[in-house]
Nanobody, 126 residues
Framework: QVHLVESGGGMVQAGGSLRLSCAASAASGRTFSSYAVGWFRQAPGKEREFVAAINWSGDNTVHADSVSGRFIISRDNAKNTVYLQMNNLKVEDTAVYYC????????????????WGQGTQVTVSS
């Protein structure tokens, strides 16, 4: 099991940028570095959706069509952290953003998780 904490959210105008961080606790570090990690988001009144995923080594990434070309997922296993660089933000990107991890990339992409952290709020104004 990996304990993750999301941070970096905030309020930004449309067209702006934010970088989210997903950090694993020190006790989870060795496990975290062998797991695929994903970012997900949930807007008010909508279901949680997949945003991006990265495999354990960082050489395989997947981005949802809605964010492709604007968001970039990356990781630094030495820092036990996965990042989501969000550029050219749109009002429709407003949501609570969550991260989660699993040994299998397929599980991450399929949003196959039963439990979630508190997430970090991203609000984009027009």
């Amino acid at each position: 099991q990996v304990h993750l904490v999301e941070s970096g959210g905030g309020m930004v105008q449309a067209g702006g940028s934010l970088r989210l961080s997903c950090a694993a606790s020190a006790a989870s570090g060795r496990t975290f570095s062998s797991y695929a990690v994903g970012w997900f988001r949930q807007a008010p009144g909508k279901e949680r959706e997949f945003v991006a995923a990265i495999n354990w080594s960082g050489d395989n990434t997947v981005h949802a069509d809605s964010v492709s070309g604007r968001f970039i997922i990356s990781r630094d296993n030495a820092k036990n952290t996965v990042y989501l660089q969000m550029n050219n933000l749109k009002v429709e990107d407003t949501a609570v953003y969550y991260c989660n991890a699993d040994p299998k990339m397929g599980t991450v992409v399929a949003v196959g998780f039963a439990s979630w952290g508190q997430g970090t709020q991203v609000t984009v104004s027009s």
